[in-house]
């Protein structure tokens, strides 16, 4: 009897090395997580938008259709994207900052989540990342736009792609670059970092001053803001819900109401410390609390407030930088200038805009202006405080130095010889 041999059959394996495992399909992950941020942004956005409009509409007796309503709340949404908008005969290009700030915060979230779910360390990661949500949001702004345009609301396809897509690239950008470590911060000279952020600070203290001014003026007109609310209603919760999202924008008007140029309410108004020419207002929180007259005397210190804060920034800025010398604080600070400048210059912008055809076609401060007396203010005051604060800074360390050489006492080496050796026992 034979017995056959047979021997079981095996699966060829292959032994892999210690090299890197084979990446994920990287396209796919970039799709589904951009699909997923973008949506999830809009969707933060726009429901506390959509409950605010749906509780008004209840509360004004439910008249209207629910696609009304819902135009509405795409209406809100997009002009908190600096969209130009048309409410029946008023032409509404003011964007309330506050909701702004919010849509440009969850887009840098949105683009930074992208980023992290595809592991994105390079500039590469940041451009597919940042561009497929940019993308993405883009076509929902088309959409809204488009769907929006019904009733009383009447939005341009054009205008409104134009003025969203530059804030949603822009966010996105910085979020997607800041998750990926691939910001040229980093990069930069010593004195440009400390020029600019000197600048960006320098900026935001004269709106934190803006901001205080604009919460005087309510305190001080309190009974006229009152009596305006008062006309509305039942519905005057809304009309204080949007005077709190245009907030910002008093801000930056005081701010530039400070630096001197003043801001319009209308064509052909000035409203300025020393001057105000206005016309008739409409019955709105916002332009109850707008001065009707100049500033008194003892109030025109505010005039020298920006000059003020530069020379006080000046100073920290040359105190901070004792390892930089003279001909780069010079520079730093007139970076910290141009660069508070330009902030200004465009916050004003993005304020400014219209809220209807004829009286109030023009709202807000001229950019050009702002960025001239401010930056001339702040030129002066970063750059000569500066060099004054340098000055003395360098006496200091001398007087410093000299003072260590007298106390202390050099005690020096011995020689090295033969002496110094140690004893060799056998």
Same mark, same amino acid.
């Given at each position: 009897?034979r017995?056959?041999?047979?021997?079981?059959?095996?699966?060829?394996?292959? &032994? %892999?090395?210690?090299?890197?495992?084979p990446?994920p399909?990287?396209?796919?992950?970039?799709l589904a997580?951009?699909?997923?941020?973008t949506?999830?942004c809009a969707?933060? =956005?726009?429901t506390?938008?959509l409950?605010?409009?749906?509780?008004g509409w209840?509360q004004?007796?439910?008249?209207?259709?629910v696609a009304? *309503? #819902?135009? +509405?709340?795409?209406?809100a949404w997009?002009?908190g994207?600096?969209v130009?908008?048309d409410?029946?005969?008023?032409r509404?290009s003011?964007?309330? $900052?506050?909701l702004?700030?919010? =849509?440009a915060?969850?887009?840098?979230?949105?683009?930074?989540?992208?980023?992290?779910a595809?592991?994105?360390r390079d500039a #590469?990661?940041?451009r597919?990342?940042?561009?497929? @949500?940019?993308i993405?949001y883009?076509?929902?702004?088309a959409?809204?736009?488009?769907?929006s345009?019904?009733?009383?609301?009447?939005?341009?396809? $054009?205008?409104?792609?134009l003025?969203?897509?530059p804030?949603?690239?822009?966010?996105?950008?910085?979020?997607? &670059?800041r998750?990926?470590?691939?910001?040229?911060w980093?990069a930069?000279?010593?004195w440009l970092?400390?020029g600019?952020?000197?600048?960006?600070?320098?900026?935001?203290?004269?709106?934190?001053f803006g901001?205080?001014?604009?919460? @005087?003026?309510?305190?001080?007109?309190?009974?006229?803001?009152?009596?305006?609310l008062?006309?509305?209603g039942s519905?005057?919760?809304?009309?204080?819900?949007?005077?709190?999202?245009? %907030?910002?924008?008093l801000a930056i008007w005081?701010?530039a109401y400070?630096a001197?140029?003043?801001?319009?309410v209308?064509?052909?108004t000035?409203?300025?410390?020393?001057m105000?020419?206005l016309?008739?207002l409409?019955?709105?929180? *916002?332009?109850? +609390?707008?001065?009707n007259?100049p500033l008194?005397?003892?109030?025109?210190?505010?005039?020298?407030?920006?000059?003020?804060l530069?020379?006080?920034?000046g100073?920290?800025?040359?105190?901070?930088s004792?390892?930089?010398?003279l001909?780069?604080v010079?520079t730093?600070?007139?970076?910290?200038a141009?660069?508070a400048? %330009?902030?200004l210059?465009? $916050?004003s912008?993005?304020s400014?805009?219209?809220?209807?055809?004829?009286?109030?076609?023009?709202?807000g401060p001229?950019?050009?202006?702002?960025a001239?007396?401010?930056?001339?203010? %702040?030129?002066?005051?970063?750059?000569g #405080? &500066?060099?004054?604060?340098?000055?003395?800074a360098v006496?200091?360390?001398?007087a410093?130095?000299? $003072?260590?050489?007298?106390?202390? @006492?050099?005690?020096p080496?011995?020689?090295p010889g033969?002496?110094?050796?140690?004893?060799?026992?056998?």
């Amino acid at each position: 009897m034979r017995i056959s041999d047979s021997t079981p059959h095996q699966r060829e394996t292959e &032994a %892999l090395g210690p090299g890197p495992r084979p990446r994920p399909k990287r396209p796919r992950a970039l799709l589904a997580s951009a699909l997923a941020t973008t949506l999830w942004c809009a969707t933060v =956005v726009f429901t506390p938008i959509l409950v605010c409009v749906i509780a008004g509409w209840w509360q004004a007796g439910a008249e209207g259709s629910v696609a009304t *309503v #819902a135009a +509405a709340a795409g209406t809100a949404w997009l002009a908190g994207h600096g969209v130009p908008v048309d409410i029946g005969p008023i032409r509404l290009s003011v964007a309330p $900052l506050a909701l702004t700030a919010v =849509v440009a915060w969850r887009l840098a979230k949105a683009a930074a989540g992208t980023t992290r779910a595809i592991g994105g360390r390079d500039a #590469a990661a940041v451009r597919a990342a940042a561009g497929l @949500v940019t993308i993405l949001y883009t076509g929902l702004v088309a959409s809204a736009a488009a769907l929006s345009a019904r009733g009383p609301f009447g939005i341009d396809m $054009l205008p409104a792609l134009l003025h969203a897509v530059p804030l949603i690239a822009a966010a996105t950008a910085f979020g997607s &670059a800041r998750e990926a470590g691939v910001l040229p911060w980093g990069a930069a000279s010593v004195w440009l970092r400390r020029g600019l952020r000197t600048g960006f600070i320098t900026a935001g203290a004269l709106l934190a001053f803006g901001a205080a001014a604009t919460g @005087v003026a309510f305190a001080v007109r309190g009974p006229v803001v009152a009596d305006t609310l008062g006309v509305y209603g039942s519905a005057s919760w809304i009309v204080a819900l949007m005077s709190l999202l245009y %907030l910002p924008n008093l801000a930056i008007w005081a701010a530039a109401y400070i630096a001197g140029p003043g801001f319009a309410v209308g064509e052909g108004t000035a409203v300025q410390t020393a001057m105000v020419e206005l016309g008739p207002l409409p019955a709105f929180p *916002v332009f109850a +609390a707008v001065p009707n007259a100049p500033l008194p005397d003892y109030a025109t210190v505010l005039v020298g407030l920006p000059l003020m804060l530069a020379a006080v920034f000046g100073v920290i800025l040359t105190y901070r930088s004792p390892d930089l010398r003279l001909p780069r604080v010079t520079t730093a600070s007139i970076v910290a200038a141009a660069t508070a400048a %330009l902030t200004l210059a465009l $916050l004003s912008y993005l304020s400014g805009g219209a809220a209807g055809h004829d009286l109030l076609a023009d709202l807000g401060p001229d950019p050009l202006a702002v960025a001239g007396t401010a930056g001339a203010q %702040l030129l002066i005051g970063l750059v000569g #405080a &500066a060099l004054v604060a340098r000055l003395f800074a360098v006496h200091r360390r001398a007087a410093e130095a000299e $003072l260590v050489r007298r106390d202390t @006492v050099v005690i020096p080496e011995p020689a090295p010889g033969r002496d110094d050796a140690l004893p060799w026992h056998p």
